[in-house]
């Protein structure tokens, strides 16, 4: 009997009455009994850092995939699949006037490479490219690898070259190191508020930019936030001034809104598994760590099961 936990951004649910013989379409469809996203649309990913599975062949059976009892199964809508009445996904600054311009999530996939797609998303103006991870993964490595006085082992590390190596992976994630490089890069300032403790963190604050762009932040995952006007066909405005601050007391209504929502992950808390070794681990720190001495990179997170 596999006992699986189906984690959403609206919350987790227990998912059982599967074993290893079941076949793709049960499993697809008690994802969409738990969270209501239809089975032509889901997208469902395994692993640490998450790993799409490819479910197209809904006969094939379980233990054809890396799926083990007490693994956590992370879904989201794809967006790009048409579905009926579907609405688009975003979030509202709670007690705004409908007829009043609202700051929104732009929800981006899962895929390792968020942090990129936001900011591309923000400082391009509202242009979604998922494509773009690639050239702003090479921006990065080609700034760091320019200056290895400025980015040493000991602000990266590891060495400049393994730094720009490991950027450039399409399976590794994008943290404040890149952030800064990208709001000297873009001329701006990129703030990031954090859905777990309801701050502010403000990359480019000192630099004298009089632009600002803003991100949202659960714990692992960045969407970027964009004011829209309900009902109109205007584009989303992304680039706001570095004097706006009360579009920054917007963002932190949305974290906290999302906090009391209990919609973040205590990276620093939970609990993981190398999936090579089998080494328990607690928490990023842990694994960073493990994957440091042992080169291991697959993780998955563990459920406790009582």
């Keep these: 009997m596999l006992r699986l936990r189906c984690k959403t951004k609206n919350g987790s649910h227990i998912m059982q009455g599967l074993t290893h013989q079941s076949c793709v379409k ?43 009892s007490g693994d956590t199964l992370i879904v989201e809508e794809e967006k790009n699949k048409p579905k009926p009445q579907d609405q688009p996904s975003i979030t509202k600054v709670p007690r705004l006037e409908a007829s009043s311009p609202a700051l929104a999530r732009r929800v981006v996939p899962a895929d390792n490479s968020c942090l990129f797609t936001s900011v591309f998303y923000v400082v391009e103006g509202g242009v979604y490219d998922p494509a773009c991870s690639p050239e702003m993964r090479g921006l990065i490595a080609q700034i760091v690898s320019s200056d290895s006085t400025a980015y040493s082992e000991a602000v990266l ?41 309801v701050r502010v963190d403000r990359f480019g604050e000192d630099a004298g930019y009089q632009k600002r762009v803003l991100l949202i932040y659960d714990g692992i995952h960045y969407d970027p936030l964009q004011r829209v006007l309900p009902g109109s066909d205007d584009p989303p405005h992304t680039i706001f001034s570095t ?34 070794c089998q080494t328990g681990l607690v928490g990023e720190k842990e694994a960073r760590q493990h994957a440091k001495v042992t080169g291991h990179t697959n993780f998955g997170e563990v459920m406790c099961v009582c």
């Design 26 to 68: 049960e499993l697809k469809s008690k994802v969409q009994e738990l969270t209501g996203i239809p089975c032509d649309v889901q997208k469902i990913m395994v692993g640490y850092p998450p790993s799409s599975l490819d479910l197209r062949n809904g006969d094939a059976h379980l233990k054809d995939y890396p799926i083990k």
């Design 157 to 197: 590390g590891k060495t400049n070259e393994e730094y720009c190596d490991w950027i450039r992976r399409d399976d590794t994630w994008g943290g404040a190191i890149e952030l800064s490089i990208l709001s000297k890069f873009y001329q701006c300032e990129i703030c990031v508020v954090d859905t777990q403790t």
């Design 243 to 276: 004097t706006d601050d009360v579009i920054l007391a917007q963002a932190l209504e949305l974290a906290d809104d999302a906090r009391r929502k209990r919609q973040f992950t205590d990276v620093s808390r939970f609990d993981l598994r190398c999936m090579v």
